[in-house]
C-alpha cells in the first residue's frame, strides 16, 4: 500500500529575510536548518549554493520580503531555482510577509499589477506551492496558478487579547477596507465595533477629513489593521479616538513594515501596547518598549507538517 507521500524528508532553509523566525519554526517541528550559502559579489549578484543534496526531497524556503525587500525578492528566486536544478521533490514558500500586497489591481491609469508580477516571478523560478499570512488583498490568491495556502495571524492576535478580558472596550478599524476584518476581531472578541471613514473635502484643499462611526466614549479601544507601514491612519486613528474620549488604546497588526517614520510616529501616541507578529523582524532601534511581538513559528510550523503529511490545514481553523 502506498504513503501518502509522494516526497522526501522535510528540508528547511532559511533565507535572509527572517532568519530569527525560520529557527523558531525548525525548533518547533524539530527539523534542522539545511546549510547553504548565500553569498553576494562586489558587483551585488548574488549566488546561492547548497550545502548538501535535496534531490527528491520536501523543500521549505522561509523568506520574508523584509528590508532590503528587493535584495530579498531576488535572493528567494535565486534560492528557488537552485533548488528546482537540484531536483528538489517539490519546492514550497514560506513568505511570512509578501511584498507588494498591495499592488493589486490598476487603481489610476498607467501603473504595473506588482503583485501579479511576482507571482508570476515565483511560479517561473520553479517554485511548486506557496504559503503567506495575511495578505493585504485577498484576491491576490487568484494571482497565483500554483496551489498555496493564505493564511492569518487573526488567531494568535485575538487568543492573546481575549486573555486581557478587555470588556468594556470597543474594536476600531482605521479606514473602511478592514472593515469586514475588523468585525471578525470584535465578533471574537465579543466587543462592539467601530470605523474610521475618511473621505474628500470639497473646499479645493483635496485633504481627507476623518469622521468616527460609532461610540468609543469611556471605552478601552483596540485598533486592528493588517499592517503598519508609515503608521498614518493608525496615527489619524489614535487621535481621532482619543479626541471622542476614548481610553486605554492597543494596537494590532499583523505585519511591522514599520517605514520611516512610522517608529517617532508611534512613540509619540498615547498608546498602551502595541500588538503585532514576527512576520518581519523587527530591527533593534525600531523596538519601542510598549510593543509586544508574538510569534507565528507554531502556525507555520503545524502548517509545513500538515502539508508534507497531505492533511488538512482548514482543521487547524475548524474549517
Given at each position: 500500500m502506498s504513503s501518502i507521500r509522494s516526497f522526501g524528508?522535510?528540508?528547511?532553509?532559511?533565507?535572509?529575510?527572517c532568519p530569527e523566525l525560520a529557527q523558531r519554526i525548525a525548533d518547533y517541528i524539530k527539523v534542522p536548518l539545511s546549510p547553504w550559502e548565500i553569498i553576494e559579489f562586489p558587483n551585488e549578484n548574488l549566488l546561492v549554493r547548497l550545502n548538501g543534496s535535496v534531490r527528491g526531497q520536501d523543500v521549505y524556503l522561509i523568506q520574508s520580503h523584509s528590508r532590503p525587500v528587493h535584495r530579498n525578492i531576488m535572493e528567494t528566486l535565486i534560492a528557488i531555482d537552485c533548488l528546482k536544478r537540484d531536483s528538489a521533490g517539490r519546492i514550497t514558500l514560506v513568505a511570512p510577509y509578501l511584498a507588494y500586497s498591495q499592488s493589486d489591481k490598476k487603481d489610476q491609469p498607467r501603473v504595473p499589477i506588482s503583485a501579479r508580477l511576482l507571482a508570476d516571478m515565483i511560479e517561473v523560478a520553479g517554485a511548486d506551492r506557496w504559503m503567506t499570512l495575511d495578505l493585504h488583498a485577498g484576491q491576490i490568491q487568484g494571482f497565483y496558478?500554483?496551489?498555496?495556502d493564505s493564511l492569518t495571524a487573526?488567531?494568535?492576535?485575538?487568543?492573546y487579547f481575549r486573555k486581557k478580558?478587555?470588556?468594556?472596550?470597543?474594536?476600531?478599524?482605521?479606514?473602511?477596507?478592514f472593515a469586514k476584518r475588523?468585525?471578525?476581531?470584535?465578533?471574537e472578541l465579543d466587543l462592539s465595533l467601530a470605523f474610521v471613514e475618511k473621505r474628500r473635502v470639497s473646499d479645493g484643499t483635496g485633504r481627507e477629513a476623518l469622521t468616527l462611526i460609532g461610540e468609543v466614549a469611556d471605552k478601552d479601544v483596540v485598533i486592528v489593521d493588517d499592517l503598519v507601514d508609515t503608521a498614518g491612519s493608525i496615527k489619524e486613528a489614535v487621535h481621532l479616538v482619543k479626541?471622542?474620549?476614548?481610553?486605554?488604546?492597543?494596537?494590532?497588526?499583523a505585519h511591522p513594515v514599520l517605514s520611516?517614520?512610522?517608529?517617532?510616529?508611534?512613540?509619540?501616541?498615547p498608546i498602551k501596547e502595541i500588538v503585532t507578529t514576527d512576520t518581519i523582524p523587527i530591527p533593534p532601534e525600531k523596538m519601542l518598549l510598549n510593543i509586544t511581538v508574538l510569534t507565528v513559528a507554531q502556525l507555520l510550523g503545524e502548517v509545513i507538517l500538515r502539508s508534507h503529511e497531505g492533511r488538512s490545514v482548514g482543521e487547524l481553523f475548524n474549517e
Open positions: 524528508d522535510i528540508k528547511l532553509f532559511a533565507g535572509s529575510g496558478k500554483i496551489p498555496g487573526f488567531h494568535i492576535l485575538v487568543n478580558e478587555l470588556s468594556n472596550a470597543v474594536v476600531v478599524t482605521p479606514d473602511l477596507g475588523g468585525r471578525n476581531y470584535a465578533a479626541q471622542r474620549g476614548a481610553n486605554d488604546v492597543y494596537v494590532t497588526f520611516d517614520p512610522a517608529t517617532e510616529r508611534l512613540r509619540s501616541l
